[in-house]
């Protein structure tokens, strides 16, 4: 069984008996939700408040994660993996949020977009050597993922031109988060894919446990924790917004997690991209302000990028349930020593 067929639900609405469309739209609802509310918070803590402590902050949303996921009913014992599936997982997951949070400090939120923007490539690229996966995509995908991402920068870029604030540092560290989400969005997919009872509270509540000392390492040797205690500790309502935006983007996170299981990591990574736009787009016509001629090119672009996205394949190629295989085509004993020979061989590889 593949992780198409598991049943799965998103906050108590079933997704299993609904058609594609409607498990995408459930899905893409919760996600630009959850990161909408995200995007906003992040900027009032930032650049409002002045407080840019990204470790200090993923290890606050970290508990707040873990007391929802226990509200939502999910225990240890209902684990479908070892928990060192997790640890390469999570070392990456925290390292991801916490870059990506501190490169705030150095990069501008549309900077920092302009370089999160070009995810959906080297996932792309990165799902060919995951073991579990090795995908290959069609040449129109690798053509609307181009578009999608050179119009975001050039929409990002327009905006950068008249608010610029770039650093070295900045770039680096958004440069490192990219590598990272590159890696863990194919990781989960895999896991899905080679363990489908794998829920998506597990994938959340296992990641967050293993991950949480991660984050302990960088806040002490930067002095990050006591500095960043101290200061929120002067401002307690920075806790309520931290708290706030933990619980959105826990929406949205799983709303991520329900998306890679179903659609893939390379799809889910495209959505994120498309988010990122109609995140910009919001801004500009919330605040009213003025779009240039680069503004449409680059939405242009991003419309077409999605437009092609959704034609289906040439030649496609549905996943077929095993069980359903071997009822169409029963095996000789010949082919049933191979079976066996093949899934102690490449299918049956470890993750980690």
């Known amino acids: 069984m593949k992780s198409e067929d598991q049943?799965?639900?998103?906050?108590?609405?079933?997704?299993?008996?609904?058609?594609?469309?409607?498990?995408?739209?459930?899905?893409?609802?919760?996600?630009?939700?959850?990161?909408?509310?995200?995007?906003?918070?992040?900027?009032?803590v930032y650049n409002r408040l002045q407080f840019s402590y990204g470790w200090y902050f993923t290890f606050v949303q970290g508990f707040v994660y873990l007391i929802l996921i226990r509200l939502q009913g999910f225990t240890i014992k209902q684990m479908a993996n070892p928990w060192q599936t997790y640890v390469k997982l999570s070392a990456v997951l925290m390292g991801s949020h916490g870059l990506t949070k501190g490169s705030l400090a150095y990069l501008n939120y549309p900077a920092q977009i302009m370089f999160k923007s070009t995810k959906v490539l080297p996932v792309m690229i990165m799902g060919a050597f995951i073991p579990g996966l090795r995908r290959k995509y069609p040449f129109h995908e690798y053509i609307s993922a181009l578009l999608l991402v050179v119009g975001l920068i050039l929409f990002t870029l327009a905006d950068a031109q008249t608010s610029p604030n770039f650093s070295i540092i900045g770039i680096i560290m958004i440069s490192g988060a990219l590598i990272m989400d590159a890696f863990l969005g194919n990781f989960q997919e895999a896991i899905f894919t080679m363990n489908p009872e794998t829920t998506q509270m597990e994938m959340l509540f296992c990641s967050t446990v293993v991950g949480i000392p991660f984050l302990l390492v960088p806040m002490i040797l930067t002095g990050e924790l006591v500095t960043a205690w101290n200061s929120c500790s002067q401002h307690p309502y920075v806790y309520g917004v931290l708290v706030f935006e933990a619980m959105a983007t826990f929406i949205g996170q799983v709303s991520v997690l329900s998306l890679i299981a179903i659609f893939g990591a390379a799809t889910t990574a495209m959505i994120t991209t498309a988010r990122k736009a109609v995140t910009l787009l919001l801004s500009y016509m919330i605040f009213t302000k003025p779009l240039t001629e680069q503004h449409g090119s680059g939405l242009l672009l991003i419309a077409m990028g999605i437009i092609l996205k959704m034609l289906p394949d040439s030649k496609p190629a549905p996943r077929i349930p095993i069980s359903n295989v071997n009822a169409m085509h029963p095996k000789t004993p010949s082919q049933e020593a191979e079976s066996v020979e093949f899934e102690g061989g490449e299918e049956r590889k470890p993750l980690v």
């Open 7 to 44: 049943a799965r639900s998103l906050f108590g609405i079933s997704l299993t008996d609904r058609p594609k469309w409607q498990q995408f739209l459930i899905c893409s609802s919760g996600f630009f939700f959850g990161y909408l509310v995200n995007g906003v918070c992040e900027e009032y």
